[in-house]
């Protein structure tokens, strides 16, 4: 008899991991199928964002921030460091440990829930009153039921036609988080997410960095003023050598490096060498070997499983979640999918509010947004005020010698109701969980303003931000 649970999650990344828990804590058998492995072969959970995702590049951010703060940062203090020394192999293995740690308590987590962990490929293999799941691990394969299907396959690397990466010399975010020596010239294509933080742990630790990008535009998803302030910083300050409107053409491994023939944004055909290139053009939905056509699961033309908005796809009781879907390519939107759809399952309302999710960008400074950009309001002809309040105005930004950027507030000239609030600066990304309570509540900036916020702190500019939308700041 094949083993029968009411939930089976195929993907045990924040998505499928978080669905799995919160189905058992509401009452539901809970199984999660997981597939990956460790480089020492052991099975894992915990997805792109614990094994090679969020959680070790923040490592290796703050790692190499502190690399740079002791050399160039602390002088302003007064404290003078000689003999300063980079062990990369002690900062990979701190950042492995802090990998193993989380990924092992995910296994606690399943434990203390009663979910069963499947290890092993997940695909479909029929359905009927419920479905059947093939599970291919060590021991062969295992057939089981489920009454309900939760979808959290995540998402891989995209890769260019013609540039092979092999984690070595040409590299994904895999193998961007593992080099063994820092390379003395390290060549990016593309300057989003991945290309900045990771471009920025390398600067830090010594490489001259170059990051190719294809648009003409820097940070295209961000508001206009973030990201004019971040180009400035990143390129003029950090010395981050960035190309906006680049064409890509031939790229070749060898025992020297890498050579990327291009043309730059004026048309110029133009050759680069490097020790490294790491490709961070974006990541695919990942739904190899599914089983989708043989119970006919819909995927779009872009390879995302279809869904409505509360995550059910076309096929009775199959729900899908985090990367493999629609939106943002973030672990916190997968993870309230997940607890979006196991409580959908037990008959209960789950609901993701799309319009508040926050965005963070882990480089130094650290960049934040939630809801609207003005380039955004605009478009849309929504007549709006802006505030914007610098940290070099705030005295724990100056005591913490983080006066760089500012936060910005946007809100309905009408209503005040805030509709985006964009933050360039030490701590945005702890500074905008304010901004996304404010819209969830659907707070206006006068709700801000009044609120009594500690001095001193960072957060004060937020407050400050809010009265500048009134033109009424104090502290300036
Ligand atoms: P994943 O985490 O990709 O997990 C999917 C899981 O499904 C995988 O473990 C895979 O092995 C498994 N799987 C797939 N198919 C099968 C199958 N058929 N059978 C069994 N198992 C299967 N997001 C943030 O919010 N903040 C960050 O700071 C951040 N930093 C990032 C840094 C990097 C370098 C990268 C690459 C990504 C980062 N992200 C970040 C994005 C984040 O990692 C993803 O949004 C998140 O992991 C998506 O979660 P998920 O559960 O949908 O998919
Ligand atoms: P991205 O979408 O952020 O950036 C990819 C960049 O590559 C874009 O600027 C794009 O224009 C450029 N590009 C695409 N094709 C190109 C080409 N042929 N030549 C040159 N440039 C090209 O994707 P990235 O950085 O790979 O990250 C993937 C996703 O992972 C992110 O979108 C995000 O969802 C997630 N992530 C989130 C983080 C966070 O929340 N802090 C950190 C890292 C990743």
Redesign the pocket.
């Known amino acids: 008899m094949p083993r029968i649970f009411d939930v089976v999650v195929?993907?045990?990344?924040?998505?499928?991991y978080i669905a799995a828990i919160r189905a058992a804590q509401l009452g539901l058998s809970s199984a999660c199928?997981?597939?990956?492995k460790t480089p020492q072969g052991d099975y894992a959970l915990?997805?792109?964002?614990l094994?090679?995702?969020?959680i070790p590049?923040?490592a290796l951010l703050e790692s190499s921030e502190n690399f740079e703060r002791v050399q160039h940062k602390f002088k302003v203090h007064g404290i003078s460091a000689t003999g300063v020394k980079l062990d990369l192999a002690r900062m990979l293995e701190r950042k492995e440990k802090i990998v193993g740690r989380m990924t092992a308590g995910i296994a606690g987590l399943f434990k203390k829930n009663k979910v069963t962990w499947l290890q092993?490929?997940?695909?479909f293999a029929g359905g009927g009153t419920t479905w059947k799941i093939d599970v291919k691990g060590e021991q062969g394969v295992e057939s089981i039921e489920a009454t309900n299907v939760v979808l959290?396959?995540?998402?891989k690397?995209r890769t260019l036609p013609g540039v092979p990466v092999d984690n070595d010399l040409i590299c994904d975010?895999e193998g961007a988080?593992s080099f063994t020596a820092v390379p003395a010239r390290l060549g990016v294509i593309g300057a989003g997410?991945?290309g900045l933080?990771?471009g920025s742990v390398w600067r830090r630790l010594g490489s001259k960095v170059s990051i190719l990008e294809a648009l003409p535009a820097f940070l295209g998803a961000a508001d206009e003023a973030i990201a004019d302030e971040a180009w400035k910083t990143f390129t003029a300050e950090q010395g981050l050598d960035i190309q906006l409107g680049v064409k890509i053409g031939a790229v070749q491994a060898s025992k020297k490096g890498v050579s990327v023939d291009y043309t730059d944004e004026k048309g110029v055909a133009r050759r680069f060498e490097c020790d490294k290139l790491i490709v961070s053009v974006g990541?695919v939905p990942?739904t190899?070997?599914?089983g989708a056509e043989t119970v006919g699961l819909k995927i779009d033309a872009r390879g995302f499983i279809e869904v409505d908005k509360n995550c059910r796809a076309a096929l009775p009781r199959v729900y899908a979640?985090?990367?493999?879907v629609r939106g943002p390519?973030?672990?916190?939107?997968?993870e309230d999918e997940g607890v979006m759809v196991a409580e959908i399952i037990a008959g209960q309302h789950g609901h993701v509010n799309y319009d508040a999710i926050p965005w963070?960008m882990?480089t130094a400074p650290e960049i934040a947004w939630v809801g609207k950009t003005e380039r955004e309001l605009k478009a849309a002809g929504v007549n709006y005020r802006a505030g914007r309040f610098p940290f070099a105005y705030n005295g724990r930004a100056l005591g913490r010698d983080e006066t760089e950027g500012f936060v910005k507030m946007l809100a309905d000239a009408e209503s005040d109701r805030i509709l985006g609030v964009h933050v360039i600066g030490g701590q945005a990304s702890e500074l905008i969980s304010e901004a996304v309570v404010a819209m969830e509540f659907g707070a206006s900036s006068e709700d801000i303003a009044r609120i009594c916020h500690a001095h001193p702190s960072m957060s004060e500019v937020m407050k400050e931000a809010a009265l500048a939308v009134d033109k009424r700041s104090l502290n300036s």
């Open positions: 195929i993907g045990g990344g924040p998505a499928g199928v997981e597939q990956w915990g997805g792109t964002c094994n090679v995702g969020c590049s923040k092993g490929h997940g695909r959290a396959t995540g998402s690397a975010n988080l997410v991945i933080e990771l990541r990942n190899d070997d599914l979640v985090g990367d493999v390519m973030l672990a916190h939107k997968g963070v882990y």
